[in-house]
């Protein structure tokens, strides 16, 4: 029997949610083996800093150093804010180091990025950089060593979209309501955040105003070569995990949505279709999305899910990673769900 | 001093949530004063169907029957579902008791009634009843001896598009993206209603389908005049009380709508124009109805709340006995939250 | 007919959750005028600093300071964090000002005080205090102008155990199993009030280590002559408010619990005793507390609930406020819960 | 390579919350293989009933029937009510399938079941049977084909007191204080079980009278030859899954609790002791029973947690099965948590 060359990986950014969900993921991973786990601080244990771990894997956490990355890893996850991902990810892919980025760093073309973010400080990667939604770029993603793991939003949003891009009507806007569980916001306490904040409670954010918004807008774009007019309203609900997208729009003839759906994704392991709305709990725990859509005369609801923190993040950079290294996209990602 | 005349009132339908909540308003009535309690079985002692009542309030809870209704009170809260309620309205009409009814069955003209709900036993007081929304039709109200008290969703919808009819450009439809708390869902057990069912998840149901969207079309339709495409998606959230109502539609010209919303509700005592947006725990546990709306180009986006078991049906039901009866409209309503 | 004579009252430290809560008592009280609002940092207008009073009262919220309280005030409330709290009650009680103490600067005997928060600063004024629970020292309080506003925890279990003193048996220790709503851990955000910490959690924290172990000690030694060995586990539970508490001890001889307290409350307007368990919504929102005792041979299980942020704070504490004014106990005080 | 010779199991209960349990475990079993699922009505598709197994796994659920899961198992799990269950067990024993009964059937000695249960029906049978707690009798359940799965407190309860049994003053009484999940209540919906019931809510149930008191007593004293006076209250909170105990009692003389319980378990790969207090999320979706102790005094506090619905049922069940079938105790099971 052949010996297992397993893939030394590392996580940047481990004392966050998505971070602790990498880590999750990766020690049930055959190939890709732990080598390197780092926050901004350091000097602390990794079943300390998360206790869920304990007697089942540990290793020192480190401060954040490029070097040691470069030294102990392959390829590496970087969950960081953004602005600070780039800073590292730079020094990485010119010493050849492969990496999931999972900040909005290299999700967006440089205009749109630095109208909505900052200041792009590492052009140079950034036009090789393939946006990590594998339905969509999973040949470009394949060969590439810097992927872009996207949004949580767009994910569920776009792949709930991207069906429909030749029917939808882009003379009208296409409206989309977003509801999102409480780590979407992340580890960082607030008064929205607080239990008695957020418990009992829902309400909208950054009204038409979410990064997210010009993410979904360009890749359907630049998958359809059609402008739409995204609308975007996310909301914050008293649950931890789970993302629910309910687009509203008008389509130019008369459809099947759930046909549609049905044909487009036939191939696809992680995307699946409904045949009555969709809810948040069974796809919690997994990589998947799923589906339904339903039309009325020429108005069209589509509605769409995904566990935030997985699909919206860590296990869609898991995919992506598995995808970069030559692996079977599914290898140890999570398809049974949080249920009951 | 001259003596309080106190009203007798009755609630018919006292074991639901809406039925606690009226009786929970009317002991801190001072004119209205619980004469009457009945549900559909009867035989058992308020504070036992209601604990929390206990050392505050209690009665004998009756079997309903019109005969004791009649003999006992002035005005009567019927909290029936849809077909039980008309039946027990007839006669009490009849003898000149005044009726508030929380259920559906004089919400509507006849032709939308009977399309969405059944055939109706009562087109005699159905041309009578007066619609209970008091911004809209306060003084009609206040003639009336038949209410019919809104649904919670066309509560908090029309509140929030009323202001803007003149605006909205209805050759686009509006799309409704509603949220509830489980109380909307009533008392009897389902899977959706189990706490496992709904909790850490959020999903819509009965989606373009609800009957609440003809009250919705129907009562912007008949007070501006013009035909609306009403496309209602309501939402099931884990929480006990609180809707939220995110609406997206067209205007035909630029509006300030925070501005509009001022303006139009500048003298009303129940309405609050929020210039960030609405959650649903400032108004829960209260008679508030808390709006706010963003235009983004032609676009409008109005967001309104309410606490669907009090605005959305019995502390507005009350208002509405208030009005009927010559008192002032606040009389006993609860205007401080259920916060933190 | 004779004018009211309104009392000015304070309240400072408003922008925490019990600061909340005594405004929204305040505003329905029909003699207490609140004449002065602070935080440490003032500067705000209070239906900005808490939205839910918008359209319902407000006013500038001023920077503490205690020349201030003493020209606007007669009586203040001080729901500050102790230590801070014994600053300004020194000076306002020399200058007349009625003082309730919302912390736990006044409520233990000295030597009980500094072994288990400070150094005392204001032993002359501590000499004075009364220990505000009505049921155990209403005479007293009424005479008092510093009344020190009981912890949550030991006025639901002190309520509980003390109708037992001279049945149980103080060999064995009295083990007491607490739970609170996060509300009781304060507005400030850390690990264990972000939603995602605690929601789907519940843990045991400061176990047999909590401040309150002794304050209900010694008030139940004060009251009883007896040493009682008191061991106190509290925890968190994924609710905002409420405060079950389940107390464990040996009686010395056979009697009916439920009897035992019924007799004991029979004249008093906040206590309720239960034939069944208790639980914590039917006495949210209120100032009752709610009891149910069981005797299994010589063990006794004594289960009593509380609204943490109400009975356990603000609603006592204007109980206490109403008795020191010469008022009646229940002026404005919450009774109809937050059901359902 | 030697082909893996798979083993035919069954899953009779298959509806409720522990039976997709049970499946989600035994799809991902390298072993075991689902040939059989059943539940009282059958006759639908297993991922209709369960739509989080949708694109996953499927297959036809039957109407429960002795014959079928003869013809088709070597081995069967037993997810159905009390005295259902040992209906059918009768008879798969006596054909040699292997049973692992999730019900109370075969959990107690014949007079404390008929005691607290119903007359037993299969007498035969129960005193060959197991009691599947691997830490305590895990030698006797790998030669056994009847293992009883113990009920979710004594689970956590026992192996939370078992290190302590020779250091215990059985003197005293022992005070066991549970807090559980929701999904502990079942499927059956009830006004405990409707979100609105138990959502901002916890409350005692069956207080000293729950039928989980004699299990626990009885397992302490055949292990330990000592009668302890088990006194159980356990409380339902608004969680899902999930389950905390806290039990109080004396012990005789001065110990390192927290070193007991590491010596105890140190070659336990599913128990875990930790330093501080536990809660329920580090533990939620694993087969870990995770515990903390304390003393103070003679005074000892216990507190462990298991997810109830896994350690507590069906990842302990298929524990049981491993054992049975001479594979790795740990085969499948989830060890990774539902954090954050």
Same mark, same amino acid.
């Given at each position: 029997?052949?010996?297992?060359?397993?893939?030394?990986?590392?996580?940047?950014?481990?004392?966050g949610?998505?971070g602790?969900?990498?880590?999750?993921i990766?020690? *049930?991973? #055959? @190939? =890709?083996?732990?080598?390197?786990?780092?926050? &901004?601080?350091? $000097?602390?244990?990794?079943?300390?800093?998360?206790?869920?771990?304990?007697?089942?894997f540990?290793?020192?956490?480190?401060?954040?150093?490029?070097?040691?990355?470069?030294?102990?890893?392959?390829?590496?996850?970087?969950?960081?804010?953004?602005?600070?991902s780039?800073?590292?990810?730079?020094?990485?892919?010119?010493?050849?180091?492969?990496?999931?980025?999972?900040?909005?760093?290299?999700?967006?073309?440089?205009?749109t990025?630095?109208k909505?973010?900052?200041?792009?400080?590492?052009?140079?990667h950034?036009?090789?950089?393939?946006?990590?939604?594998?339905?969509?770029?999973?040949?470009?993603?394949k060969?590439?060593?810097?992927v872009a793991?996207p949004?949580?939003?767009?994910?569920?949003?776009?792949?709930?979209?991207?069906?429909?891009?030749?029917?939808?009507?882009? *003379?009208? #806007? @296409? =409206?989309?309501d977003a509801?999102?569980?409480? &780590?979407?916001? $992340?580890?960082?306490c607030?008064?929205?955040?607080?239990?008695?904040?957020?418990?009992?409670n829902?309400?909208?954010?950054?009204?038409?105003?979410?990064?997210?918004?010009?993410?979904?807008?360009?890749?359907?774009?630049?998958?359809?070569?059609?402008?739409f007019?995204?609308?975007?309203?996310?909301h914050?609900?008293?649950?931890?995990?789970?993302e629910?997208?309910?687009?509203?729009?008008?389509?130019?003839?008369?459809?099947?949505?759930?046909?549609?759906?049905?044909?487009?994704?036939?191939?696809?392991?992680?995307?699946?279709?409904?045949?009555?709305?969709?809810?948040?709990?069974?796809?919690?725990?997994?990589n998947f999305?799923?589906?339904?859509?339903?039309?009325?005369?020429?108005?069209?609801?589509v509605?769409?899910?995904?566990?935030?923190?997985?699909?919206?993040?860590?296990?869609?950079?898991?995919?992506?990673?598995?995808?970069?290294?030559?692996?079977?996209?599914?290898?140890?990602?999570?398809?049974?769900?949080?249920?009951?």
């Amino acid at each position: 029997m052949k010996p297992i060359h397993k893939i030394g990986v590392g996580v940047v950014g481990a004392s966050g949610f998505t971070g602790i969900e990498l880590i999750k993921i990766l020690i *049930n991973h #055959p @190939i =890709f083996e732990i080598t390197y786990v780092a926050t &901004s601080e350091g $000097g602390i244990e990794l079943d300390d800093l998360h206790p869920a771990l304990k007697n089942i894997f540990t290793c020192k956490v480190q401060k954040a150093d490029s070097a040691e990355i470069i030294s102990r890893c392959e390829l590496v996850f970087l969950a960081l804010p953004h602005q600070a991902s780039m800073g590292f990810a730079k020094s990485l892919l010119d010493s050849d180091i492969k990496v999931v980025d999972l900040s909005a760093d290299y999700r967006l073309e440089l205009e749109t990025y630095e109208k909505y973010y900052c200041l792009h400080e590492d052009k140079e990667h950034l036009k090789d950089a393939v946006y990590g939604l594998p339905e969509l770029y999973r040949e470009e993603i394949k060969k590439s060593s810097l992927v872009a793991n996207p949004g949580c939003y767009p994910t569920a949003t776009i792949l709930g979209l991207i069906p429909f891009v030749e029917y939808i009507d882009e *003379n009208f #806007p @296409i =409206f989309i309501d977003a509801k999102s569980g409480v &780590s979407g916001a $992340g580890k960082k306490c607030s008064a929205s955040t607080h239990f008695v904040g957020i418990n009992e409670n829902i309400f909208a954010y950054k009204v038409l105003n979410h990064r997210h918004e010009p993410e979904i807008a360009e890749k359907l774009r630049l998958k359809s070569d059609k402008e739409f007019d995204i609308n975007f309203v996310p909301h914050l609900i008293p649950a931890t995990r789970g993302e629910l997208i309910d687009s509203y729009m008008l389509v130019k003839e008369d459809i099947d949505p759930v046909a549609v759906l049905k044909e487009f994704y036939k191939d696809e392991p992680f995307v699946r279709i409904f045949d009555t709305p969709v809810d948040i709990k069974n796809c919690s725990g997994t990589n998947f999305c799923d589906i339904y859509a339903q039309l009325k005369g020429r108005k069209l609801y589509v509605n769409s899910s995904v566990d935030n923190i997985l699909r919206g993040s860590s296990s869609q950079a898991v995919a992506n990673a598995n995808l970069m290294c030559g692996l079977d996209e599914a290898l140890a990602l999570p398809f049974v769900a949080y249920v009951p």
